[in-house]
């Protein structure tokens, strides 16, 4: 017996229907002006008899109520299923105000009731006016206005271009965590999600899964991807397509977010915060579309750092083979002494060799250039690298100088901060704005251009290349022959900007050059530019490298997408302060209203 009260004391339709009936009760008894089965006392001699002034308050009050439940009905089941109930209530309340506007003067219960019927009519007519914009707004007017300083609800046109061309069935699922810091980041993916699919919502369908309370969905979810196992800290998933072709992949949350928690501002007066999502759920969806992996070759057996590290704190590129993973390129380890470039490689990529090239291993290198093969380079430690004649032929020279900025850096003077200036290139196209960390790096002569301002170009060693710098220290920057840092010194060393990367393309094919050739090569001179720590410290210098390999192997429209920064500014006031700022605007405004509540009720008693 008791289980079956509490199973009937449990159902929703309980409860509604008992706050209906306590709610009609309040608004009657207000309406009435006294409670049901009580008299009115300010009823005057010659006033409609108590039975009819009671049924017509009861009949406004139902047809209030009437109209909220049609609006209840019309946001479960849905509009037409709502019109019967509001036409309904529509006409109890007309009919109230037909029969009792007439008798306003001589019965105050009537001008009560009259007066309500009013009321609810006009609040829902413009709720409905409101609402019926507000829908036609959200269907038809595009676009919403961006004002956030982030760029949060603007997506890139790559983003856009993406979803709107989708041939086959998209599919998110985000699955994190229950913490705190989890909610947070829910939100900003739920937020990036939800713009993807205002772009195409035909094709594209978001879901959400906790991995803790949904157990029983999660299961099911791991055998569809298995892959989202592993990520301990939760992340999104993609399938792109139905049945037994689809394509599925899965981005992890230090992915999404750099993987560094907030950062704190100068002076304490806030946290900022870098959001790569876009970026990164883009790049998957393109490897998703596309279908097929990229090999790019990485070489060894110069003491080039490892692609398998993957601890912040060690030099590695564990960071960087990560991100290629996650769109698509396969990195592959290429020991030129014993190995040939393999036929399907289009890209080889030079990280800080600490040893010399053989002449075996670069005759190799210039063969595949020949071919048709790229070059990505990060060089810059000190000595040769036997690459210089390489370097040359595609008219670029990096300096054995040391470069210094006193001004832009990070701990000290040899760690640059390099900011991303206008040059009209994919590489860096969309990174304007913002700074690169280059440690450690060496001087880049682009021949072609001037070592430095004020002086002729360069004489080209090769006519057929076009080579132009793409990434530059500050005017604050300068390059010495000392390998310590002291304070620059005009007569000896070179002012900046210092060239610190710079891209080699053959000659434009249109006339005049307004078109870039196609990409050759692509060096930057910083030796730790690709390393963890650094690109823990600073996600540009990843999106700098994607961009870099994407331009390479022809695919400068994929180009990375830069983070958007997310800063939260935090109110630095004394506590007897903020007490101040709460307790003024509160005490006035209160102020201000009894006033005129005080003056409306004298000038109506006047």
Same mark, same amino acid.
């Given at each position: 017996?008791?289980?079956?009260?509490?199973?009937?004391?449990?159902?929703?339709?309980?409860?509604?229907?008992?706050?209906?009936?306590?709610?009609?009760?309040?608004?009657?008894?207000?309406?009435?002006?006294?409670?049901?089965?009580?008299?009115?006392?300010?009823?005057?001699?010659?006033?409609?008899?108590?039975?009819?002034?009671?049924?017509?308050?009861?009949?406004?009050?139902?047809?209030?109520?009437?109209?909220?439940?049609?609006?209840?009905?019309?946001?479960?089941?849905?509009?037409?299923?709502?019109?019967?109930?509001?036409?309904?209530?529509?006409?109890?309340?007309?009919?109230?105000?037909?029969?009792?506007?007439?008798?306003?003067?001589?019965?105050?219960?009537?001008?009560?009731?009259?007066?309500?019927?009013?009321?609810?009519?006009?609040?829902?007519?413009?709720?409905?006016?409101?609402?019926?914009?507000?829908?036609?707004?959200?269907?038809?007017?595009?676009?919403?206005?961006?004002?956030?300083?982030?760029?949060?609800?603007?997506?890139?046109?790559?983003?856009?271009?993406?979803?709107?061309?989708?041939?086959?069935?998209?599919?998110?699922?985000?699955?994190?965590?229950?913490?705190?810091?989890?909610?947070?980041?829910?939100?900003?993916?739920?937020?990036?999600?939800?713009?993807?699919?205002?772009?195409?919502?035909?094709?594209?369908?978001?879901?959400?899964?906790?991995?803790?309370?949904?157990?029983?969905?999660?299961?099911?979810?791991?055998?569809?991807?298995?892959?989202?196992?592993?990520?301990?800290?939760?992340?999104?998933?993609?399938?792109?397509?139905?049945?037994?072709?689809?394509?599925?992949?899965?981005?992890?949350?230090?992915?999404?977010?750099?993987?560094?928690?907030?950062?704190?501002?100068?002076?304490?007066?806030?946290?900022?915060?870098?959001?790569?999502?876009?970026?990164?759920?883009?790049?998957?969806?393109?490897?998703?579309?596309?279908?097929?992996?990229?090999?790019?070759?990485?070489?060894?057996?110069?003491?080039?750092?490892?692609?398998?590290?993957?601890?912040?704190?060690?030099?590695?590129?564990?960071?960087?083979?990560?991100?290629?993973?996650?769109?698509?390129?396969?990195?592959?380890?290429?020991?030129?002494?014993?190995?040939?470039?393999?036929?399907?490689?289009?890209?080889?990529?030079?990280?800080?060799?600490?040893?010399?090239?053989?002449?075996?291993?670069?005759?190799?290198?210039?063969?595949?250039?020949?071919?048709?093969? +790229?070059?990505?380079?990060? *060089? &810059?430690? @000190?000595?040769?690298? $036997?690459?210089?004649? !390489?370097? /040359?032929?595609?008219?670029? %020279?990096?300096?054995?100088?040391?470069?210094?900025?006193?001004?832009?850096?990070?701990?000290?003077?040899?760690?640059?901060?390099?900011?991303?200036?206008?040059?009209?290139?994919?590489?860096?196209?969309?990174?304007?704005?913002?700074?690169?960390?280059?440690?450690?790096? +060496?001087?880049?002569?682009? *021949? &072609?251009? @001037?070592?430095?301002? $004020?002086?002729?170009? !360069?004489? /080209?060693?090769?006519?057929? %290349?076009?080579?132009?710098?793409?990434?530059?220290?500050?005017?604050?920057?300068?390059?010495?022959?000392?390998?310590?840092?002291?304070?620059?010194?005009?007569?000896?060393?070179?002012?900046?900007?210092?060239?610190?990367?710079?891209?080699?393309?053959?000659?434009?094919?249109?006339?005049?050059?307004?078109?870039?050739?196609?990409?050759?090569?692509?060096?930057?001179?910083?030796?730790?530019?690709?390393?963890?720590?650094?690109?823990?410290?600073?996600?540009?210098?990843?999106?700098?490298?994607?961009?870099?390999?994407?331009?390479?192997?022809?695919?400068?429209?994929?180009?990375?997408?830069?983070?958007?920064?997310?800063?939260?500014?935090?109110?630095?006031?004394?506590?007897?302060?903020?007490?101040?700022?709460?307790?003024?605007?509160?005490?006035?405004?209160?102020?201000?209203?009894?006033?005129?509540?005080?003056?409306?009720?004298?000038?109506?008693?006047?």
């Amino acid at each position: 017996m008791n289980e079956a009260i509490l199973r009937f004391l449990g159902r929703t339709e309980v409860w509604a229907g008992g706050l209906g009936l306590a709610a009609f009760l309040v608004l009657l008894w207000v309406v009435r002006g006294a409670p049901i089965g009580q008299s009115t006392p300010d009823e005057p001699e010659g006033s409609p008899p108590r039975g009819r002034r009671d049924a017509m308050a009861a009949l406004a009050v139902a047809g209030a109520l009437g109209l909220v439940f049609a609006a209840l009905v019309a946001f479960e089941k849905g509009i037409p299923w709502a019109i019967p109930i509001f036409a309904l209530a529509y006409g109890i309340e007309w009919f109230v105000i037909r029969r009792c506007e007439p008798l306003r003067h001589v019965s105050p219960t009537m001008r009560r009731v009259a007066a309500f019927a009013n009321t609810t009519l006009t609040a829902s007519l413009l709720a409905g006016i409101l609402v019926v914009a507000n829908v036609v707004a959200f269907r038809y007017g595009g676009d919403p206005i961006d004002f956030t300083s982030e760029g949060a609800h603007t997506l890139a046109t790559l983003t856009s271009t993406q979803v709107e061309s989708l041939e086959k069935p998209l599919r998110f699922t985000i699955f994190l965590g229950r913490s705190e810091r989890a909610a947070r980041r829910l939100d900003r993916v739920v937020e990036l999600l939800d713009l993807m699919r205002a772009k195409n919502p035909g094709k594209i369908r978001v879901d959400s899964i906790n991995p803790f309370s949904d157990v029983g969905e999660f299961e099911e979810f791991l055998k569809r991807i298995p892959d989202a196992a592993i990520l301990t800290e939760g992340g999104v998933a993609l399938e792109y397509g139905e049945g037994e072709t689809t394509a599925r992949g899965v981005v992890s949350t230090q992915e999404l977010f750099g993987g560094d928690r907030p950062t704190p501002l100068s002076g304490s007066q806030g946290f900022q915060s870098s959001f790569q999502g876009e970026d990164v759920i883009t790049s998957a969806l393109i490897r998703l579309r596309e279908g097929k992996v990229t090999r790019v070759a990485f070489t060894t057996g110069h003491g080039e750092p490892s692609l398998d590290e993957l601890e912040r704190t060690r030099p590695g590129l564990g960071y960087w083979r990560a991100r290629l993973a996650s769109v698509g390129i396969q990195p592959l380890p290429l020991n030129l002494v014993t190995d040939e470039v393999p036929a399907d490689v289009g890209i080889v990529v030079i990280v800080a060799p600490r040893s010399t090239f053989q002449p075996t291993e670069v005759e190799k290198l210039r063969g595949f250039a020949v071919r048709g093969g +790229r070059f990505l380079m990060i *060089l &810059g430690l @000190p000595g040769t690298t $036997g690459l210089e004649d !390489l370097l /040359k032929t595609h008219n670029l %020279v990096i300096g054995s100088e040391s470069v210094f900025d006193p001004r832009y850096n990070l701990r000290g003077p040899s760690i640059v901060v390099a900011p991303v200036v206008r040059v009209a290139h994919p590489v860096v196209d969309v990174l304007q704005g913002l700074q690169v960390l280059a440690p450690n790096p +060496r001087p880049i002569d682009v *021949l &072609g251009y @001037p070592r430095k301002r $004020g002086e002729p170009p !360069l004489p /080209k060693a090769n006519p057929g %290349v076009d080579a132009m710098p793409l990434l530059s220290t500050s005017t604050d920057g300068f390059a010495t022959a000392s390998e310590r840092y002291a304070p620059f010194d005009p007569s000896k060393d070179r002012p900046g900007p210092i060239t610190l990367g710079a891209a080699a393309m053959s000659l434009p094919e249109t006339a005049g050059g307004s078109t870039l050739g196609k990409p050759l090569l692509l060096v930057f001179s910083s030796p730790y530019l690709a390393d963890n720590q650094f690109i823990a410290a600073d996600p540009t210098n990843l999106d700098l490298l994607m961009n870099g390999l994407n331009w390479l192997r022809g695919k400068g429209d994929l180009q990375g997408i830069a983070p958007k920064t997310h800063v939260t500014l935090l109110f630095a006031a004394d506590p007897s302060l903020r007490l101040r700022l709460h307790l003024v605007p509160t005490l006035i405004a209160g102020l201000v209203i009894t006033a005129l509540g005080v003056l409306t009720y004298l000038a109506r008693r006047h």
